[in-house]
């Protein structure tokens, strides 16, 4: 489903809604360029699962996990060359946790994301600098 926002609060406020919906063992996979919101979303993501942690990008520390209702697992893949990588940190660990595991940069790693994964593309509305069109897909009911 295809969503429209006009500010970074609104683009948490997404963020927020989808968290609600999830299940334990959800992995959120983000495709979007740099700026995009990410990390916006992902800190709307975060309160809708109950987590209260200050939500930062793992840009250099590739996860961050947060407590929640809900865990949170927070991974930016940027910096890493390919899926093999992804597996060196322990990316199974993760899926066995029964947290949600959000992946920025999922294009990196697409091939060791599972098949139901929940896509969240996100880009720029034309025209508006904090506007973005965010399309959700893979979860029901939302």
Excluded at 28 to 38: C, E, F, Q, V
Excluded at 43 to 53: E, M
Aim: aromatic share 10%.
């Amino acid at each position: 489903m295809e969503h429209l926002t006009h500010s970074a609060a609104e683009t948490e406020a997404l963020g927020c809604r989808l968290g609600c919906a999830l299940a334990p063992g959800t992995v959120i996979a983000y495709r979007g360029g740099l700026g995009m919101g990410k990390t916006a979303f992902t800190r709307g993501l975060a309160r809708g699962l109950d987590c209260r942690d200050r939500v930062t990008s793992p840009t250099f520390t590739i996860v961050n996990e947060y407590q929640g209702r809900i865990p949170l697992f927070h991974f930016d893949m940027y910096r890493l060359p390919d899926a093999d990588a992804l597996f060196d940190i322990g990316w199974e660990d993760y899926l066995d946790r029964g947290g949600v595991c959000a992946v920025e940069w999922s294009e990196n790693v697409a091939e060791a994301l599972p098949e139901d994964t929940v896509w969240v593309d996100i880009r720029r509305l034309e025209g508006e600098d904090n506007g973005r069109c965010i399309t959700i897909t893979g979860v029901t009911g939302f």
